[in-house]
């Protein structure tokens, strides 16, 4: 690893805090398929250090002598405006004042998604942020949870609104690795958690601040 890092172009605190990154999602990756879908094995949450580093380890070799890449987050963000105001949050955009709702289609998505995704080895979580208003989110949601280099999708909606029919269908078809995170703060939570639980969907609920 050291005559790796003192011979590369990239920084080794960079490339450290890659591999740090990495194992981190893919300890709660794992966390979370095992509980919710029942793939994989058990992690202890105790032990969650001991895993840490041997993560760690087994990125930084897998990057040396296999030259895999991971995605430990990546996000889109399909519709704007939305609603939040969350300071803190990295898709707080206050220059998208506008009332018009602007949204990325499938085939502006798709030629973006499959850049990336022909770069990486993997995307450990793929995250929707404001997708539900966007049209095409049905046919996006299909296309990215079919692909077996994603893990892990989390949708965050901005609002809590109606699924629509085509949308259900596909949450239905991948719900061993599509999950909503849900503002705990939002009045319609109760609700929406109703409609997700009928249709046998995953959700986290959390305070966006």
């Known amino acids: 690893m050291e005559n790796f890092t003192n011979n590369s172009t990239v920084a080794q605190d960079c490339l450290t805090e890659y591999f740090k990154a990495n194992a981190k999602s893919r300890f709660s990756t794992e966390i979370k398929k095992y509980i919710w ?27 040396i002598n296999k030259g895999e890449i991971n995605i430990p987050f990546l996000e889109f963000r399909l519709s704007i405006p939305h609603t939040y105001k969350c300071l803190s ?20 998505f798709k030629m973006q998604f499959d ?10 979580n793929l995250i929707f942020i404001n997708p539900i208003r966007n049209t ?30 085509a ?28 409609s997700l639980k009928a249709n046998n969907i995953k959700y986290q609920i959390g305070v966006i601040v």
Request: contains cysteine; glycine residues 0%; neutral net charge.
């Open 89 to 108: 949050c990295n898709v707080y955009k206050p220059a998208f004042n506008t009332a018009n709702l602007i949204q990325i289609n499938f085939n502006q």
């Open 167 to 194: 949308l259900i269908d596909v949450l239905k078809k991948y719900n061993q690795k599509v999950y909503f995170h849900i503002n705990e703060n939002d009045l319609l939570a109760e609700e929406f958690k109703i």
């Open 37 to 63: 879908f029942k793939c994989g094995k058990f992690l202890n949450p105790t032990m969650k250090n001991r895993y840490i580093n041997e993560f760690i380890q087994q990125e930084s070799e897998n990057f």
């Open 136 to 165: 095409d989110f049905p046919q996006i949601l299909e296309y990215t949870a079919r692909n077996p280099k994603v893990h892990l999708i989390k949708i965050t909606p901005s609002e809590l609104t109606n699924l629509s029919e």
């Open 115 to 124: 850049e990336i995704c022909n770069s990486v080895t993997s995307i450990r």
